[in-house]
């Protein structure tokens, strides 16, 4: 047992101050502790033996040899069986706290090298979380294992969409945020291409963008579909809904349904649209414009299969209450049978509060009996009328404020609609911290950009270089390609322009 | 961190040694995995559970997630939630607060029953709620009738009507002026706690490095 653990305490964690060249020496060191895991016997003999190696490995300190032998023995454990968890495995049990330690405190760096031993082990957490009707017991640790790998989690891979789901089934929505809070901007990178030949890095650097090393062979994701991808963004919106916040919902929405096709919508994409046109009418009050990006045939498809919330939508837009009534419920089967009776019953509640609001756009002044009047679709007392107008207002939601009068015997309340510079100096601190948000967005794009541009050679570097190369178009036998690799090698150009051609 | 067992005692000293309502919110949030994992059919620690969720319940309002609230009661075990009269106060409780009954709201923390260990949550929240409604009260009247206001502070509102100086003096306080002639309030405009102001400066600050960075 001590050989085996001499073994796989071979690899340390990396310190990252270390030279390109103490990179690839640890590279080396890990892909050999590779290799001899991935020998034949080797499962059987460490899983044998798991315990006492277990007990005595440190999860940071040796993460991958932990990783590989807890692996080893979770697949003994449960053998052939996919679908029953063996009790060990279930929350409580040794390997599940054995999982939880390791996936709460793993060193990034060794794990990039075990991609689908990590991923599948995330999975084992969910899937044994949900076996005993317990999912929060897994989302809290999903997310910190996701975050704990890529920080910025830029990159979307099935392990996003499985999390997503978790949060839901959870009701554990506000764990989410971290993650959907970050800019998810790139699948994982597609190895093979042409340009990654002049530029491999070891998968233990420290990178600006975790596109390095969350490749499709890395194994951290299973291989995404446009389905995987539709469902991140339709869960993401379900989580939005759930904390009412309705800009963000419609913002994951319209991702959903503006997403590219040829001929034909697929099945998500008209559940996300149904649930884009609820989220519109109730964050914004009215239909939003549908994204640029959605072309018009899918448009119109969305729109012939979503008849009744187009309706729903167009009776709410002019203002008719008995017509809101009607279509809702001429269609009670299909808000049920789609899932969406919880929003729908929360557009017909929506609708006073939207007619008061309208209300600001028209008149200056109104004294509560008018907006009684004005605004509502039934006989309700003049307390719950400002009752309703008073929440509106204490909310942020309408620009106004209230004046009681000194009258004693006539009681009257007046409702003052502000503009908007009257209230500016309330708006001032919204307003900044939509500043600070699109800069953080700004940034990531930039960054995304600037990491594009490398890749694909159209970084400023590579222009001056191509133009040097145009320069030497005299001589046809110096290669362009001989010339980046050079490049790519560090070698000063102008010093080698006399080298050997060849 | 490894944070120490979850006890009756332990959350206790976190409800008291918590500096701000989100601290306390983020030590409960790593608190909830154990609490889910002690939450069994038979569990004998409901006494425990009954705790620690109408802790959590409280962090989340004092941390002003009311919706979050209402998720983390459908989390909750529901077998207790629908016998334990601690956590059927908090659902109460929810509802009063989701649909701004102010008068309830009060009524409700002040008149229901509380387990003792509660108490500093359930007082501190009143406090919370009654300083949150006042500034959106300052922001949404301009002129306010004393009975009114009152109803709002969860205060007297008969003696309100009447004028009472004690209370008049609340409003008077925090800037509000008391015009005796008409008996109204004018409530003064009190700014939105704005404890992120500094940061916010700093990074506005850095976006136009930003624009210089990656506009060429």
């Not at chain 2, 004092?62 to 979050?68: F, K, R, S």
């Amino acid at each position: 047992m001590a050989e085996y653990l001499s073994q796989l305490t071979s690899v340390s964690p990396c310190l990252h101050t270390s030279t390109p060249s103490d990179e690839e020496d640890y590279d080396k060191h890990i892909r050999d502790l590779i290799t001899y895991l991935q020998q034949p016997n080797r499962p059987s003999e460490l899983s044998s033996v798991s315990g006492y190696l277990l007990d005595n490995l440190d999860p940071y300190l040796h993460s991958l040899s932990y990783l590989s032998v807890l692996h080893f023995k979770i697949q003994s454990v449960q053998g052939d069986n996919k679908t029953r968890l063996s009790k060990q495995v279930c929350p409580g049990g040794e390997l599940w706290i054995k999982a939880v330690r390791l996936l709460r405190g793993f060193d990034p760096f060794q794990i990039r090298y075990a991609g689908h031993e990590w991923r599948q082990l995330i999975e084992l957490v969910i899937q044994a979380a949900q076996a005993v009707s317990k999912p929060l017991l897994a989302v809290s640790v999903v997310r910190d294992a996701m975050l704990r790998l890529d920080p910025s989690s830029e990159v979307l891979t099935s392990v996003h969409t499985a999390f997503m789901r978790l949060t839901l089934i959870a009701r554990s929505y506000s764990l989410a945020l971290p993650i959907l809070e970050r800019h998810i901007c790139h699948f994982p990178t597609l190895t093979g291409q042409a340009y990654q030949k002049y530029h491999q890095p070891t998968l233990c650097g420290e990178h600006e963008s975790s596109m390095t090393f969350l490749t499709d062979g890395s194994g951290f994701s299973k291989k995404l579909t446009y389905r995987d991808h539709l469902q991140f963004f339709l869960y993401g919106a379900m989580i939005y809904m759930a904390l009412r916040k309705w800009d963000r919902a419609l913002h994951y929405l319209s991702i959903v349904i503006s997403c590219p096709v040829t001929n034909t919508v697929s099945k998500i994409m008209v559940e996300g649209y149904k649930k884009w046109v609820l989220v519109s009418l109730l964050g914004r009050g009215m239909l939003v414009s549908h994204p640029h990006l959605a072309s018009s045939h899918v448009i119109r498809a969305y729109k012939a299969l979503a008849k009744p919330y187009t309706l729903l939508a167009d009776a709410f837009e002019k203002c008719d209450f008995q017509r809101i009534e009607v279509e809702v419920n001429a269609a009670r089967s299909i808000w049920h049978a789609d899932n969406n009776i919880g929003l729908v019953q929360q557009v017909m509640c929506a609708f006073s509060k939207r007619m008061t609001l309208r209300l600001g756009m028209t008149f200056s002044a109104l004294t509560l009996a008018d907006v009684a009047q004005q605004a509502s679709h039934r006989p309700t007392s003049l307390n719950e009328v400002e009752s309703l107008v008073a929440s509106l207002v204490m909310s942020g939601a309408l620009n106004a404020v209230m004046l009681h009068s000194h009258n004693d015997d006539d009681k009257t309340t007046m409702v003052r609609f502000c503009s908007t510079v009257e209230l500016r100096c309330f708006q001032e601190h919204d307003t900044r911290e939509q500043i600070v948000q699109d800069s953080q967005l700004l940034d990531v794009v930039g960054r995304s950009i600037l990491y594009a541009n490398r890749g694909l050679e159209l970084s400023n570097e590579n222009f001056l270089f191509l133009q040097k190369s145009m320069r030497w178009s005299d001589n046809p036998e110096k290669g362009s390609a001989r010339a980046l690799d050079e490049l790519a090698s560090g070698i000063d150009i102008e010093e080698d322009i006399m080298g050997d051609t060849h | 961190m490894d944070l120490p067992p979850l006890s009756k005692d332990q959350l206790s000293a976190v409800l008291t040694s918590s500096r701000s309502p989100t601290e306390l919110f983020n030590t409960l949030v790593e608190y909830e995995y154990e609490a889910c994992l002690k939450s069994t059919p038979n569990s004998n620690e409901s006494e425990l559970l009954s705790l620690f969720y109408s802790t959590f319940f409280f962090a989340h309002l004092l941390t002003d997630q009311i919706y979050e609230a209402r998720a983390m009661t459908q989390r909750m075990p529901q077998d207790l939630a629908q016998t334990d009269p601690s956590l059927q106060n908090c659902l109460i409780l929810l509802r009063a607060v989701w649909q701004r009954k102010y008068e309830s709201v009060y009524k409700i923390l002040r008149e229901l029953p509380w387990p003792d260990r509660l108490r500093p949550a359930v007082e501190s929240y009143e406090t919370y709620f009654q300083e949150k409604t006042l500034r959106e009260v300052s922001r949404a009247y301009e002129a306010i009738r004393p009975a009114a206001a009152a109803n709002y502070l969860g205060l007297d509102t008969a003696a309100a009507e009447q004028g009472d100086p004690a209370i008049i003096q609340k409003f008077t306080a925090v800037g509000w002026t008391w015009d005796g002639n008409k008996k109204l309030l004018h409530p003064k405009p009190l700014p939105p706690a704005l404890g992120k102001d500094v940061r916010l400066y700093d990074e506005v600050s850095e976006i136009m490095a930003l624009v210089g960075k990656y506009g060429g």
